[in-house]
Every structure is written in C-alpha cells, then in structure tokens.
C-alpha cells in the first residue's frame, strides 16, 4: 500500500489514575475516525484494587499495561513513564500523532512539545480537565461523550436532558467563527465553519451539546439562517438582529409629556 493510502498512526497512551475503563470502547472507535490505534499503553500500579477494572479489560482492548509501583506518597511514576515513552516513540519517527487520554493539566508541556515536533495531538479528559491542557492538544475529546449512555439527538428532536452544555453555550462560539472569515454577503459553508471553529476551540464537539452534527446544532439554535441548495452543501450566516432606533432625549421627554396631558377615564 503507497504512503498516501495507509492509515495514520497514532499512539494511544492512557494515564490510568485519571482515566475510566468505561471510556475504552468509545475511545477506540472515535480514535478510529482519524486512524489507526497502531500502540495501546496504559500507565499505572495495577497492584493497587482501585486500578482493578482497568486491569480486567485489557485484553479485549489489546492494551499494554506498563506497570509502575507507587513506591513513594504524592510521587507519580506512571506520569514519567508516559512522558518518557512519548518521547521515545516520537523519535522513532513511526507515528503521525499521539492520544493522551488524562484529564491532568502535567501533560500540557507534554502535547506542546509533540506538536512543535510536527505530531498531531488528540486529547481525551472530562470536561474537569484544565484550559491549557485542553488547548495544547490540536483537538480534545470529553470522555463523558464517550460512556455507553451518552444521548445525542438529530435535528427533529430535542436535546437529551444530559448534554454537558446547553445548545445556547454553541451560538456565541459559532458566531466567532463566521465573524473571523469575514465574507462580504456572511454566507459562510458550515464545513468550513467547523474547520475555523476546530482552530480555536479544540474542545468544541456537538455531542457536549447533545447533537451527533454540527449541522443539527445549529439548526437548534435558531440563531442561524441556514442555505443548502439541492447537491451542494450548506451554508450558515447570522440572522440579521431587529434594529431599534435610540429614543433621544427630546422624544423621551415629548413622551412623558403626552402621557401627563392624557385625560383619565372616569370610573364607571
């Protein structure tokens, strides 16, 4: 198969201390989007009972669990383990990108520093995890939408009581978006507003708002006149607000006057 054909590459290295076993399906079909899962670690002392659910999964996932004993109170070896392991298949020159799955701010110098070496960083944490963490990594997935249960609607039906934000949370990030590209009539395609949106906000997912589509998002919020004529693909600009002149004093004041001089009905 020709270099340009192959899967990408990606390391997935977990950090069990701040990771859910219940994440482990999800994570390797949304990893599966973008690539291949080509190495699966997991860092952590699977001697201790509270990494126990983690260590009766690991083989139907095919993870390697790198064992690290907390030999010493508030001293996390498995973080170095991970770090170090990074770095080294970094410099094999064998992967494309890396998937750190914590929700531990440590790992922020960590993401940089991958990227800064060419590698395409995907973060997965909670939606706890610190901004700059989140930011560092090229896009960041919140492992809440990918539990078993998490609910997602389409665009007839209302969002699931358990989306982590509100659909009104997306309006304002969206209309940045389109407010950054600028175009003279604000007709913006909505696939390159996702890809403008993705360069600012790495943790903007529709399913944090309770949609599976971008373009079911914004359908929902009402904010947006939407365009999709029939074989191309859709476009999205603001809906133009109701524009209230200003009253100006002496109107203000020819007001209150009026109302002063009205008779008043006499009671029947």
Known sequence: MADDQRLRRFAVLIDADNASPRIAAGLFDEVAKFGEASVRRIYGDFSS?????????????????????????????????????????????????????????????????????????????????????RQACRRFI???????????????????????????????IVKKALAQMETEDGWAGLGVVGQRIANFASDFDPRTYGFRKLSDLVRKT?????????????????????SRKPRTKAAAAQGSAAGAAAPVSPEQ
């Open 222 to 242: 009402e904010a947006f006149e939407i365009e999709q004529p029939e074989g191309r693909a859709m476009r999205i600009r603001v809906k133009p607000g109701r």
């Open 142 to 172: 919140y492992t809440e939408n990918l539990l078993p249960d998490t609910q997602v609607a389409t665009q007839e039906e209302t969002p699931p009581s358990k989306a982590l934000q509100p659909t009104r949370a997306a309006t304002a």
């Open 49 to 133: 009972q509270r990494l126990k659910a983690w260590a009766e999964i690991l083989p139907k996932y095919a993870i390697d669990p790198y064992q690290q004993f907390a030999y010493t109170t508030g001293k996390n070896a498995a973080d170095i383990a991970l770090v170090i392991d990074a770095m080294d298949l970094l410099h094999s020159g064998r992967f494309d990108g890396f998937c750190l799955v914590s929700s531990d701010s440590d790992f922020t110098r960590l993401a940089s520093r991958l990227r800064e070496q060419g590698a395409d960083v995907y973060g997965f944490g909670e939606q706890k995890t610190p901004e700059s963490f």
